[in-house]
């Protein structure tokens, strides 16, 4: 079952802060998260496995809420170049079983 | 380095035409799946495999069927195009096969117009 998404799309001035959620309904094992500029193909930016961990590069990290069966994506001091689609996908397991994408959350940053 | 390789680039197909979407792989990844996307609903999986000789449906396999005779090629196929097959195709690969914990690699698409 795909993953929920919000918000849907967001609009941000260069220099604000944007979350994106990412909800499942379903045990999670793993939480990927990607960005896609328009034309082009998804991008990884990390994964976040069992065990509620947090993790960051550059001004973009993201938790995993275990319990919760949710993530969320944190871009701080937001440039111009994160203007994208931004995908969770979602697993239950490690060996690839039900694998699926959220819908997106379409982010703009304008100067 | 060149990665993840679709070809074509774009297609355009009459229905009830047939064709194969051609994918390559480098990196010596034994995961290797294939996505469509559409407005509005994100990637979806229609097959994947996790090693030559492997293969096993998705989410939306109806209307496709694919191989793995290498390491390397994963060929999808799609038997007698329709319209509803307009869509945007990604070709994906990583590494051990274990999606949990590893990161996709994406080809650049494939663009398929069905008419």
């Known amino acids: 079952q795909q993953p929920v998404q919000s918000p849907q799309a967001v609009i941000l001035r260069e220099g604000e802060d944007a979350v994106i959620n990412c909800s499942s309904s379903?045990?999670?094992?793993?939480v990927h998260w990607y960005r896609q500029k328009h034309g082009e193909a998804p991008v990884f930016l990390m994964i976040?496995?069992?065990?509620?961990e947090q993790k960051g590069h550059d001004k973009i990290s993201a938790s995993f809420n275990e319990k919760k069966q949710q993530s969320s994506l944190y871009l701080t001091a937001s440039q111009l170049s994160y203007s994208g689609t931004y995908f969770c996908?979602?697993?239950?397991?490690?060996?690839?079983?039900?694998?699926?994408f959220g819908p997106g959350t379409r982010l703009s940053v304008l100067p | 380095n060149a990665g993840v390789t679709q070809t074509p680039k774009f297609q355009v197909l009459k229905t009830g035409q047939s064709m194969t979407l051609q994918c390559a792989q480098d990196?010596?990844?034994?995961?290797m799946s294939w996505y469509r996307q559409d407005p509005g609903m994100g990637l979806r999986l229609i097959h994947y495999?996790?090693?030559?000789?492997?293969?096993d449906q998705g989410e939306v396999p109806n209307g496709y069927n694919v191989s793995r005779s290498t390491t390397e090629d994963f060929p999808l196929r799609l038997l007698s195009a329709a319209p509803s097959q307009t869509s945007v195709y990604f070709c994906?690969?990583?590494?051990?096969?274990?999606?949990?914990?590893?990161?996709?690699?994406f080809g650049d698409g494939t663009r398929l117009s069905i008419l």
């Open positions: 994906a690969s990583s590494r051990e096969g274990r999606k949990g914990g590893q990161p996709q690699h």
């Open positions: 379903k045990a999670l094992y793993s």
């Open positions: 976040l496995l069992k065990g509620g």
């Open positions: 996908g979602t697993g239950s397991d490690n060996y690839g079983q039900n694998f699926v």
């Open positions: 990196m010596n990844h034994e995961y």
């Open positions: 495999s996790v090693g030559a000789g492997i293969t």
